[in-house]
């Protein structure tokens, strides 16, 4: 039997990696995946070999180093058509449940919300990259962009952070049309880490109810 794919999306500073280490452990207790398989955590941009050194291309913040909006659009597509062939397809054919930090989701709302580009060209490349390998399962996490920018105050900013407001604010105008149109689980992630884990699993449980 095929394994699950459970996508996280969200604006930086949203906490999609505190929500994925609660939701990898509760997972890892619970007997919703089959005893020989495993739960693989994996993200976008990087999570293949090559994909680390396609995500420090991509979020170098050096000014010569900045690739154009179709360089950086063809960059996340090359780092996922990796990340679909060498980690989350094999994964999900063996059985084993596969949770990503960003998927599509991310192309559609930085890319074609935020740097305007061309929503058919983006969906287009989301066909090569992907194969047809698409989520079982998307979470939205959403935070107001003020929150997302306090949240940050005192960390680094890569590249994509550095945009400013306006970009991040079209970027979560993308993501709140996205989770409606395409029926992703949107949850307040200005709600405690509790409630948000006991969204997410209630989600989870009925996945697994229904296929
Ligand atoms: P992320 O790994 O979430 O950042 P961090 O772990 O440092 O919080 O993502 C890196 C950045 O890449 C983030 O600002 C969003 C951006 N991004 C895109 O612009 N397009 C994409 O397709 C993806 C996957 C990410």
Redesign the pocket.
């Known amino acids: 039997m095929k394994g699950k794919f459970i996508v996280i999306e969200g604006i930086?500073g949203s906490g999609?990696?505190t929500q994925i280490n609660q939701l990898s452990q509760w997972l890892s207790g619970t007997d919703l995946i089959p005893e020989n398989n495993q739960l693989v955590i994996t993200?976008?941009?990087?999570g293949t070999q090559l994909g680390k050194s396609i995500r420090s291309l991509?979020?170098d913040t050096s000014k010569e180093n900045s690739p154009d909006s179709i360089t950086e659009l063809l960059l996340?597509a090359a780092d996922r058509a990796q990340h679909v062939n060498e980690i989350i397809r094999p994964s999900i054919n063996k059985g084993d449940w596969v949770i990503s930090?960003?998927f599509c989701g991310?192309?559609l709302a930085?890319?074609g919300y935020g740097r305007k580009l061309d929503i058919k060209l983006i969906k287009n490349l989301e066909t090569i990259s992907t194969q047809g390998v698409s989520p079982d399962i998307t979470f939205l996490l959403d935070i107001p962009v003020e929150e997302s920018i306090k949240r940050r105050i005192n960390r680094k900013d890569?590249r994509?952070?550095k945009e400013g407001k306006e970009f991040l604010s079209n970027v979560s105008l993308g993501f709140k049309a996205l989770s409606k149109e395409n029926k992703w689980k949107k949850i307040s992630a200005m709600s405690t880490k509790e409630e948000i884990l006991s969204e997410i699993q209630s989600a989870i449980k009925n996945l697994t109810r229904i296929k």
């Open positions: 930086d999609k990696t993200r976008e941009p990087g991509l979020l996340y930090d960003r991310s192309t930085y890319q890569d994509i952070e």
